[in-house]
């Protein structure tokens, strides 16, 4: 059982220490409420203001059963559900700077319902050394909503830190 698993957290503070987390889930974040207010906001920066997200009324009359979270408005929230992280492992590793490298898969195989609370499990899949002065890290993200039985959304990011 991984230390997130079992709900404490450990502090990483190297390369070689991290390497040993690949393939667990290292870090589970706190519950978040979807609202219709994120929602709007999301489609007035996006400019999606498709009526299963906006319009509740009409919304309700479909199969989702009323209004349901923009796929990216999901995707989007990766980042802060990682800062709300309650359990999982602590990277210390010393490094100048962290950057969001990208993306290499996403799917959104359920909808996020307005009213619902999501939240975030994190596999670290691989760390390769990129040159002598930087790491990149691949990470397996899973949106659960609470209460469903498939995910809301499992995206592959792809992140870089450099010493």
Request: charged share 25%; net charge negative.
């Amino acid at each position: 059982m991984s230390n997130a698993e079992a709900g404490t957290t450990h502090v990483v503070r190297s390369v070689d220490e991290l390497r040993q987390y690949i393939g667990q889930t290292c870090g589970v974040s706190d519950w978040l409420e979807i609202t219709q207010e994120r929602v709007n906001l999301f489609a007035d920066a996006t400019g999606d203001h498709q009526y299963i997200h906006v319009d509740p009324e009409r919304a309700a009359k479909t199969f989702f059963g009323g209004p349901i979270a923009h796929g990216f408005l999901t995707l989007s929230l990766i980042p802060q559900l990682g800062a709300m992280r309650v359990e999982g492992i602590k990277l210390e590793l010393g490094g100048r700077m962290g950057v969001n490298y990208g993306l290499n898969k996403v799917r959104f195989p359920a909808p996020v319902r307005v009213g619902k609370l999501i939240r975030m499990h994190s596999k670290l899949l691989s760390v390769e050394e990129i040159g002598d002065r930087a790491i990149q890290t691949t990470w397996q993200q899973t949106i659960e909503v609470e209460g469903e039985e498939k995910p809301a959304c499992v995206a592959e990011t792809v992140g870089r830190t450099y010493f």
